[in-house]
């Protein structure tokens, strides 16, 4: 659970997979092709590649041949997970602040 965790922080750890995961979210049904990525986008394919598979292999987006073309999704399971987790981590009792900041030891 907690690598699990770690390694999607880290795969969403980039503004570019985040701006990636916004594309691919505004068509969850059908997907993305990789050639309406990368225009939307407008990385590079190799950057693109590298950026998808790094959010594939913690499994938050899949893909699978759709003719000639690659078409990448959203793995909604994983996201339902992810959330389990993060709301396990959650204490219910209080609530933070939003303006206070967190001070270094000395």
Known sequence: EQKHLAA?????GHPRRVALFDL???RPEVGNTLAAL??????????????LRQMEKVGLVGRMAKG??????????VLIVIAA????????????????TVRKAA
């Open 8 to 12: 999607v922080g880290f795969a969403m």
């Open 24 to 26: 691919l979210h505004s």
């Open 38 to 51: 990368e225009v939307a986008s407008r990385l590079p394919r190799g950057t693109l590649i590298h950026h």
């Open 68 to 77: 000639a073309a690659t078409v990448y999704r959203i793995n909604p399971t």
């Open 85 to 100: 987790e993060l709301a396990a981590r959650a204490k219910p009792a209080g609530r933070m602040n939003p303006r206070s």
